[in-house]
């Protein structure tokens, strides 16, 4: 299957701070990319996208880009809240199939 | 909320035992996926289905089964259950696939211990 590479595995910022997650993957074929917010004991929710035929993607305080050469891509949150604080999955998607990262904790402290 | 209903929500058996874990959908969506989540793993894909009856492997399928024989619902087998099945089951739907995926909704979770 895809190897999908998420760092860090944990993340801990100030209130106010930005975050940067990134993913590394080895399929070229890849074509859509989206990433997942998981609060405790919930379920996995979309939180952006981004297609390979586009290289940045913004939503408010949110934003992904991708880089299709390096096989990489970026989850920015800006101006980070504590309701930030939850785990983050990047994910790649690959006929019928999705691969997701092994996650990174954010910890956004007031 | 999507309308994706997982069944049970918690369940505790012993080893050796036949697991089944229903996903029931109410969207209509073509592509349902079975995902186990485990510390440091991520979401691993067990199975998935790209049609009532049509089903295939993922990455991690090996003890594990599942059947669609209609739209709206999904099931997953474990014939044997083993301690390292022990896990957060997920299923997902999705109303896009083949070339260009989709939004994944995902259901609240079944959390399974096999003891």
């Known amino acids: 299957g895809e190897n999908v590479e998420q760092h860090p595995s944990t993340l801990s910022v100030q209130e106010g701070d930005s975050a940067v997650i990134k993913c590394t993957y080895s399929d070229s074929a890849s074509n859509y990319f989206p990433w997942y917010k998981q609060e405790l004991g919930k379920r996995p929710q979309l939180i952006i996208d981004?297609?390979?035929?586009?290289g940045e993607k913004k939503d408010q305080r949110i934003a992904v880009t991708l880089n299709k050469t390096a096989k990489h891509f970026s989850l920015h949150i800006t101006e980070t809240q504590p309701e930030d604080s939850a785990v983050y999955f990047c994910?790649?998607?690959?006929?019928?199939?999705?691969?997701f990262g092994s996650g990174t904790k954010l910890n956004v402290k007031p | 909320d999507a309308g994706i209903t997982q069944s049970p929500r918690h369940k505790v058996t012993e080893t050796g035992t036949p697991v089944t874990l229903r996903c029931h959908q109410t969207?209509?969506?073509?592509?349902m996926y079975w995902y186990r989540q485990d510390p440091g793993h991520g979401l691993r894909l067990i199975h998935y289905s790209y049609g009532v009856k049509d089903t295939d492997k993922g990455e991690v399928s090996d003890g594990y089964s599942v059947s669609r024989s209609k739209t709206e619902d999904f099931l997953l087998t474990l014939e044997s259950a083993t301690s390292s099945q022990t896990s957060v089951y997920f299923c997902?739907?999705?109303?896009?696939?083949?070339?260009?995926?989709?939004?994944?909704?995902f259901g609240e979770g079944s959390r399974l211990t096999v003891l």
């Open positions: 994910a790649l998607y690959n006929f019928n199939k999705f691969y």
């Open positions: 969207e209509n969506h073509r592509y």
């Open positions: 997902a739907i999705s109303a896009r696939g083949l070339v260009e995926g989709g939004e994944l909704f």
């Open positions: 981004i297609r390979s035929n586009v």
